[in-house]
C-alpha cells in the first residue's frame, strides 16, 4: 500500500485500486487515498456474484447504483 499512497500523493487525477481487490482490502485502499475500486475476481470466482457484491458495496461508504 505504500506505493499506492504515493500515487495518490502523486496523481493531479482521482486514482482508482484495481487489481487484488477484495472485501478485505476495501477499508485499507480507501483509507490510503483510493477514489474508487475496480474488482473483477472477487465477484466473477465468488459462489455467490450478487452476495459477493453487495458485501463489496457495503464496505464503499458513497456507493450509487
Known sequence: LD?????V????????????INVERI??????????VAMISAI???SDPA????ELLDQLPNHTL
Open 27 to 36: 477499508p485499507q485502499v480507501l483509507t490510503a487515498g483510493a477514489y474508487g
Open 3 to 7: 506505493r499506492f499512497r504515493e500515487a
Open 9 to 20: 500523493v502523486q496523481s493531479s487525477a482521482p486514482v482508482f485500486a484495481i487489481g487484488g
Open 44 to 46: 466473477s470466482a465468488a
Open 51 to 54: 452476495q459477493a457484491v453487495r
